[in-house]
């Protein structure tokens, strides 16, 4: 079995040494970078399983780092974890806007980094598996190509707004918990609540006039809403 690569972007020397090591324990492949410029350019140039990225890097930031990669086709397919500070609350948010497919907040555990890592390398793995198009409310999903498009235009979606889209939109109505959704999407309850909302939230904005179609349950979680009610 090929080694999943990952490549680390963070500026803390001590911090990269910490988790080369304990990456390269668990058998992946670790190239890093301490600066924001150097990590884009080994992100582009190694095609990366997956990124543990540090929004704040010197030369260029995290942020930066993820909107290029998310830009372009060759790169944007990267799984990116993104390493925040507690104060950067409002960051963290923005992280998700630009297509980080989940974060960790400093200090966190190694273990729960790791935990966090394959979680996402299964997820994005099983997506491949799969050929098949769903066509819902003018939102077509195309499995196997892995893209999405309202009538001619793509989205552009992480893969973790792609698979919660797939999980409504296959049950149009259905109200599903943010358990529902963090078990279709990460198949592992360890990431936070929160994290649904907040992809639910940036997945609204990628769907413009059609957002409103993913619905609030209060008490519950979200449905995908097939009928527009007139009321
Ligand atoms: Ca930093």
Same mark, same amino acid.
């Given at each position: ?18 988790? %080369?090591?304990?990456? &390269? ?12 410029? &150097? ?28 909107? &290029? ?10 799984l990116?974890l993104?390493?925040?500070?507690? @104060? *950067? ?12 497919d989940d ?11 790791l935990q966090r890592i394959k979680v996402l390398l299964r997820r994005s793995?099983g997506?491949?598996? %799969?050929? &098949? ?21 793509? #989205?552009?979606?992480?893969?973790t @707004?792609?698979?919660?889209? *797939? %999980? ?14 963090m078990?279709?999407t990460v198949g592992d309850t360890i990431v #936070? ?9 940036? #997945? ?10 993913? @619905? ?9 809403? *097939? @009928?527009?009610?007139?009321?």
């Amino acid at each position: 079995m090929a080694q999943d690569k990952i490549l680390i972007i963070e500026d803390e020397t001590s911090l990269v040494e910490l988790l %080369t090591y304990n990456l &390269e324990r668990e058998g992946y492949k670790v190239i890093s970078a301490t600066d924001g410029h &150097e990590g884009l350019r080994k992100a582009q140039t190694h095609s990366p399983d997956l990124l543990i990225l540090d929004l704040m890097l010197p030369g260029m930031s995290g942020l930066d780092v993820c909107r &290029e990669l998310r830009s372009s086709t060759r790169t944007a397919a990267i799984l990116i974890l993104m390493l925040t500070a507690k @104060e *950067e609350e409002v960051d963290q948010v923005v992280g998700f806007a630009m297509g980080a497919d989940d974060y960790v907040t400093k200090p966190f555990s190694v273990k729960v980094l790791l935990q966090r890592i394959k979680v996402l390398l299964r997820r994005s793995r099983g997506n491949t598996a %799969t050929s &098949e198009i769903l066509e819902v409310a003018g939102i077509r999903i195309d499995k196997r190509a892995h893209e999405v498009s309202i009538g001619d235009s793509p #989205l552009s979606l992480t893969p973790t @707004e792609f698979r919660l889209l *797939e %999980t409504m939109i296959k049950q149009p109505g259905r109200a599903f918990t943010r358990y529902d959704l963090m078990d279709a999407t990460v198949g592992d309850t360890i990431v #936070l609540e929160r994290t649904i909302d907040v992809h639910i939230k940036s #997945l609204r904005r990628k769907l413009g006039d059609l957002g409103h179609r993913i @619905e609030t349950v209060r008490g519950v979680g979200y449905r995908f809403r *097939e @009928e527009t009610e007139t009321d």
